[in-house]
């Protein structure tokens, strides 16, 4: 048996080593987090940091959806500039029932599951009521999602007006209807 100055040596050698190990394992998880959240930002598409080709890009996707296919190409650019693209797995729940409505999304591959209340408000990104379906992804999907002040400032509506979903140029003066 060693002495008791012996054991109390040790005892703190002990502590040290474990406080160190402690320290490079939090070390290591923060620098893993940094890298996930820029490598996320970048995937995401932040606006700011977007191309004329990625903006050209995301402008053709939306162009080959059937409800877009009567807004004013302004508007679709409007979208391709201020939206954030993101590329989500399966399973991602976009926003849960009774969540306040803070952004748009609109689909560009994959699918979505719905699962929706007796009571519908398609405009709750615009009057901050709450949404009345939780939405997950079904399957990998991109989506193009546009925040509350970027949405309201596309359509013409400001914090005080209600939705006004007839305001020009927002829609292309054409008779075609949505096919």
């Known amino acids: 048996m060693r002495p008791d100055g012996q054991q109390g040596a040790a005892a703190d050698v002990l502590v040290v080593v474990v406080v160190v190990v402690v320290v490079v394992v939090l070390v290591v998880v923060l620098v893993v987090v940094v890298l996930v959240v820029l490598v996320v930002y970048r995937v995401a598409g932040i606006p700011t940091e977007r191309s004329r080709e990625d903006v050209d890009l995301i402008l053709a996707r939306l162009q080959n959806l059937r409800a877009f296919g009567r807004f004013h190409p302004c508007v679709l650019q409007q979208i391709c500039l201020w939206g954030f693209y993101e590329c989500l797995e399966r399973g991602i ?3 849960r029932q009774g969540d306040i409505g803070t952004s748009w999304y609109t689909v560009l591959s994959g699918s979505l599951d719905v699962k929706v209340s007796q009571t519908t408000n398609h405009q709750s990104v615009l009057d901050n009521a709450p949404r009345h379906a939780t939405i997950v992804t079904r399957e990998s999907s991109e989506l193009l999602r546009l925040g509350q002040k ?17 305001r020009q140029p927002l829609l292309a003066s054409t008779e075609t209807p949505i096919k």
């Open 93 to 95: 729940t976009l926003y």
């Open 150 to 166: 970027d949405f309201r400032s596309l359509w013409g509506v400001s914090d005080s007006d209600r939705p006004s979903w007839h």
